[in-house]
């Protein structure tokens, strides 16, 4: 028998249960959550939001004067976002992320034990901001996760990874609103702590590639060219050694690979940009055909080596690949309005190179955040 078929007999006996008392509604409605993640999990999308919503009205019917049922009414309203935003239906995500951040905001109110709640709660709402490019609310809820986690890991060090994974988002929040030199700050100690915990711990060698990711785009964003290529370099080396031993890491790898290409591009190296992103290409296009998450990946590989093709003076080949890119982002900017402005500079250079046969004047390469 399957997780979901133990989790649905274990639903019914609890619904049961609760019929005749309803001192077992937490019961039941933990075992409507947990059904709704398995479901989650095996693809079943609109079984997870139904099991996930039950699970919800079964919380919202239990006393709201108990900080237990509280916290985890918010624990599922904060699952129900990350099904709708992981389906990509970020729209439908922010509601019930809103309203567990709300929540939580509360409980730590009333008891600073639940400050990592509030914390959690809020990167998750940060997330879904930047998702649908609502930018600037991006920023302020950024910068109040990493005033939380600072304060958190000052007084226990587990919470540092936490107060990495913060800085980096706040580095690319602020690089979102052109706020480019506060961005420096918070990417650089993102990579200061990502290099102390994996050379403690191998797990993190990721989430140090993806901080010095990071950091080479916030350092393009003000000019610092050589820092920016030394970062991605190092980035490129981390990922590629991970995706070699584990092809889970193969996106993560494309992406340094497209920004390191735009690194080189950027100081003169415009065969080594070439070359850079053509590998990105050649490891987004089979990763978008299997997981349509992977498109924009694949929208970004293609707009870059088409304009490093265009400065090596290949401009046929470059508008093939522009009109590429432009039709990924035009189907993507129809679901996600945040898709528009790729949109947007991927036909504004399209439409350069079959006017003039020169991508350069119009040219926007897409540096995807870390």
């Known amino acids: 028998m399957d997780a979901v078929a133990v989790l649905a007999e274990t639903v019914a006996m609890c619904r049961a249960r609760a019929a005749d008392d309803p001192v077992h509604l937490p019961d039941l409605a933990m075992a409507l959550h947990s059904l709704g993640i398995a479901y989650h999990q095996g693809g079943r999308h609109v079984d997870a939001v139904e099991q996930t919503e039950q699970a919800l009205a079964t919380w919202r019917r239990l006393p709201a004067d108990n900080a237990g049922h509280r916290l985890n009414l918010a624990s599922t309203l904060s699952d129900l976002g990350a099904i709708h935003g992981l389906a990509g239906r970020y729209a439908d995500a922010i509601d019930p992320t809103e309203e567990a951040v709300a929540l939580c905001r509360n409980l730590a109110a009333e008891n600073p034990v639940f400050t990592a709640d509030l914390a959690g709660a809020l990167a998750n709402l940060g997330g879904l901001y930047r998702s649908v490019g609502q930018r600037d609310k991006a920023v302020v809820v950024a910068e109040e996760v990493v005033a939380l986690y600072r304060a958190l890991s000052a007084q226990d060090p587990v919470q540092l990874p936490n107060l990495a994974t913060a800085l980096n988002n706040l580095g690319i929040d602020y690089g979102d609103v052109a706020r480019h030199t506060d961005a420096i700050g918070p990417a650089e100690e993102a990579v200061q702590l990502r290099r102390t915990q994996a050379a403690q711990n191998a797990d ?16 393009q964003g003000v ?66 055909a299997g997981n349509s998450a992977h498109l924009p990946d694949l929208g970004m590989a293609l707009n870059n080596l088409g304009l490093h093709l265009g400065e090596t003076g290949r401009h046929a080949d470059a508008a093939g690949l522009l009109e590429e890119a432009a039709t990924i982002y035009r189907r993507l900017a129809a679901d996600n309005p945040a898709y528009q402005q790729n949109l947007t500079a991927a036909l504004a250079s399209l439409a350069r190179s079959q006017q003039s046969g020169d991508v350069q004047p119009a040219k926007k390469r897409f ?3 870390g």
């Open 367 to 369: 540096w995807r955040r």
């Open 204 to 219: 993190y060698l990721p989430d140090l590639a993806d901080a010095l990711t990071n950091l080479a785009n916030r350092c």
């Open 223 to 288: 000019g610092r060219r050589a820092d920016a290529l030394a970062a991605a370099e190092e980035s490129v080396t981390i990922y590629r050694r991970l995706a070699k031993r584990n092809p889970v890491h193969l996106g993560n790898f494309g992406i340094a690979l497209s920004n390191l290409g735009n690194a080189c591009g950027a100081v003169g190296r415009r065969v080594e940009a070439v070359a850079m992103n053509e590998e990105a290409a050649k490891i987004f296009r089979p990763l978008a």
